[in-house]
């Protein structure tokens, strides 16, 4: 039986809330058999990333599996694009530097994202105009109920606006040994998000992938709170996909209303816009609080719990359900 010790996990979470947990720490493929067994045997299993997309209950009743894997490699590189594979353990922007260093650019929209490379096809990372759907080749994924190693190609994933089959679908299933990614040597900037589109450091001629890089993380630094500092899990809540009409309606009351058409007829509202116009930007309750720069992220100022964070963020939520009438659904997954 591999090794499990009860630990704290309050520095393994972005939020910084307390946690103590059985802890199970993954470095090689050694323990999936075992728990695979534990798992037919009823053990529930919660596979613990960078922990910067969770809610920690105090006493969390699941086995913390930690992967802690380590490797980035060229698989292939054919006339058309390369194939790297990055194992779940190593960090996502070490990740998208490393491409960049070794001249295989495509993922510099998604830099200074925090987690790791694991936990990124969880939730479908995304940002500045680039979903990680769009450069997914494939994922290597341990089958907890068969115990078996599958190899997941992108279309078996389920991928949608922060969702995958791993989040939804099927969660605890899987434990997801490293992530494969197709990145084309046509390479093109995606420059369309507002923030790039006027970003000074890319005016002008031809732009590089690196200079995309620097771009993204200099207007994350600026918006979103470095988790070292403040406890966050980036955005709190997803950005609602609403109705055409529900959206009209909106913006005939509310012509300030950020909205994005999308390509199935739908409408994504900015649901740090609602936030903030519910006056809920920079407000603190108690320890935690709706940031002072972007409202869409929960902080913790210090000595939060789970309880805290469910308490404001179901306050939002109704405000927002009453001003507005759009549900407000949330993003980090919950341990407990
Ligand atoms: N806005 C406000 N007030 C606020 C925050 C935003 O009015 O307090 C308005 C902005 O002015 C803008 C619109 O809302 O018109 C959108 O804001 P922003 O560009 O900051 O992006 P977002 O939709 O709030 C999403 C992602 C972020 C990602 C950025 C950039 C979600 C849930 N969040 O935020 O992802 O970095 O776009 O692509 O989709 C994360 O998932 O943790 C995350 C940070």
Known sequence: MPEISEQNLSACN???LPACARVLRVRDDGPLLWLSGAVAQGER?????????????PRPHSLVVKVETRGIRLLDESPDAWLVEAQAGESWHGFVDHCLDHGWPGLENLALIPGTVGAAPVQNIGAYGLELDQRLHSVLAWDLHAGTQVELLAADCGFSYRDSIFKHGEPGRWLIQAVR????????????????????????????ARQVFDAVCEIRRRKLPDPAVLGNAGSF???????ATQAKALRDRFPGLAAYPQADGRVKLAAGWLIDQAGWKGRQVGPVGMH?????VLVNYGGATAEDVRRLAAAVCEDVW???????????????
């Open 181 to 208: 990614v197709r990145l084309p040597r046509a390479w093109q900037p995606i420059l369309e998000y507002p923030d790039l589109a006027r970003h000074p450091g890319l005016a002008g001629g031809d732009v590089s």
């Open 322 to 336: 009453q001003r507005f009438g759009v549900r407000l659904e949330r993003e980090p997954v919950t341990l407990d």
């Open 45 to 57: 299993v919660f596979v613990l990333g960078g922990g910067s997309n969770v809610v920690m209950s």
């Open 14 to 16: 972005t939020l910084g």
């Open 292 to 296: 002072a720069h972007q409202a869409l």
């Open 237 to 243: 809540f997803k950005n609602p996909l609403v109705p």
